[in-house]
């Protein structure tokens, strides 16, 4: 009699510790968060063009406006109440180091605008 009554007292145990097993077992298997590698945009924002469109594209978007400005002259209409160059990207993402070379140091391109242009 002791020794069914002892088993089911451990029949009981363990049953009763199965969830918070599991708990533990699962949070400690979680991955931890990773933390943002770019600065998010400012809240409210949004971005002159598509994401896609400039996360692949955007070089080639400042360099016609780079055209546009010193080939055609046509600074006031490209800065004027919506700004389409770099003073656009500073508007949402104040941070270079936090967005620019981050995004270009992972994609190992060397970048050269900032030599020259203040960000």
Not at 57 to 75: A, C, F, I, P, T
Not at 105 to 117: Q, Y
Request: proline fraction near 7%.
């Amino acid at each position: 009699m002791k020794r069914q009554r002892r088993s089911l007292i451990v029949v009981a145990l363990v049953l009763m510790a199965a969830p918070l097993l599991y708990a533990v077992l699962s949070f400690a298997a979680r991955p931890a968060p990773r933390p943002l590698w770019l600065e998010p945009p400012a809240p409210n924002t949004s971005c002159i063009l598509p994401t896609a469109v400039i996360r692949y594209d955007h070089m080639q978007h400042l360099k016609n406006l780079r055209d546009q400005v010193m080939r055609e002259g046509r600074r006031e209409e490209l800065t004027g109440a919506r700004a389409q160059g770099l003073t656009s990207c500073r508007g949402c993402h104040a941070h270079r180091e936090r967005f620019c070379d981050r995004c270009h140091e992972r994609a190992s391109v060397r970048l050269d605008c900032f030599g020259c242009h203040v960000y």
